[in-house]
């Protein structure tokens, strides 16, 4: 009887540790306000997080960047505001650089308090993408009927006047090669290395002295920006980043090892590049100025990490440039012994 009474009390004390804990968990809401509808590669738009809680904790954790995919999603600020004793608010300017319909995930809000860390995610925001590519609405036009015309001969008179003169022309080419005198020996000309770092150096240097006044100043030396970092890839990792997209380069980058700063210096300045040129971003003079020292920032690193992968493609650029010199020679020989 004894044993009972105490399984009740037990039982109750249990449901109401389980009430209370319910209850302090629901106390704690957070939630997401986003108001884009459609986005454009570029566009930034604002996103609001607003934490209502019923008790002060000994830390609150908001989201940062590392919660956002780096590749579709880059914040650009953040503020933080406490609303009222128990409420908290992030607004975040984030930028689009999505090319399809995406999805902003759940969001992480750590409440810390001792040493229990309690978890609490915004919901999942859908972003839609709208292109800026015109679409064609032409439909196909109905065949023409085919008309029957009336059998002409200065088809076959023409031709017979093209065959005479190309038959004098062959005739005066082959009197003229019979006259002339014997031609020098050919002699080799090895192909010089191209040095992809030089290439890249001499490219970016180009653009310190760019005059930048209207917009199409400011497309044009971001293109070049862009495009002297591309041809560098392509050059050393034999990427088409000349044909591709930012997004497309940086997953064959990280396909091979390359360093990740490298990679973030890239995505740095690609995307901006990207922005100018699709997106009608006219930037500043100082955040002109600010993308090339990035750009200056890439070719130092360039130096320090692809420098031993340059040499090996010297080395094998020189070792193919002799084995077609010995090829010519093979030949040079073969042609004097026959004649």
């Not at 009222?84 to 090319?99: E, I, M, N, R």
Request: aromatic letters at 10%.
């Amino acid at each position: 009887m004894i044993n009972t009474h105490i399984s009740k009390i037990i039982l109750l004390l249990v449901l109401w540790l389980s009430v209370g804990f319910t209850q302090n968990s629901r106390a704690q809401t957070v939630r997401e306000y986003a108001p884009a509808d459609t986005l454009e590669v570029g566009d930034t738009f604002d996103l609001s997080i607003t934490l209502n809680r019923d008790r002060e904790y000994d830390d609150i954790i908001f989201p940062d960047s590392s919660s956002l995919p780096s590749d579709n999603f880059e914040v650009r600020s953040r503020s933080q505001f406490k609303v009222s004793s128990y409420k908290d608010s992030v607004h975040y300017q984030l930028q689009f650089f999505g090319t399809a319909d995406t999805t902003l995930p759940e969001l992480p809000v750590l409440l810390v308090q001792d040493e229990d860390t309690t978890t609490l995610y915004t919901n999942p925001v859908p972003i839609h993408f709208r292109s800026v590519l015109a679409r064609d609405d032409e439909s196909f036009r109905p065949l023409k009927p085919i008309y029957d015309f009336a059998l002409a001969w200065w088809p076959y008179i023409l031709a017979f006047i093209l065959l005479c003169v190309a038959a004098y022309f062959l005739q005066r080419y082959f009197t003229k090669k019979g006259d002339q005198p014997a031609p020098e020996p050919a002699t080799f000309t090895p192909v010089p290395f191209e040095n992809p770092l030089r290439i890249l150096q001499h490219d970016i240097g180009r653009l310190e002295d760019a005059e930048l006044t209207t917009h199409e100043d400011f497309k044009e030396f971001y293109i070049d920006l862009g495009d002297a970092i591309r041809r560098y890839f392509e050059d050393l990792h034999h990427i088409p980043a000349l044909e591709s997209t930012s997004r497309e380069i940086l997953q064959a980058l990280r396909a091979r090892s390359i360093d990740s700063d490298l990679i973030d210096e890239t995505r740095t300045v690609l995307q901006e590049a990207d922005m100018v040129k699709f997106a009608k971003f006219t930037p500043t003079t100082e955040q002109a100025e600010r993308a090339l020292r990035k750009a200056q920032d890439f070719v130092q690193r360039a130096k320090e990490i692809d420098g031993p992968r340059v040499e090996h493609l010297r080395r094998e650029h020189q070792s193919r440039m002799e084995a077609e010199r010995e090829r010519f020679e093979q030949k040079q020989n073969r042609a004097e012994v026959n004649a």
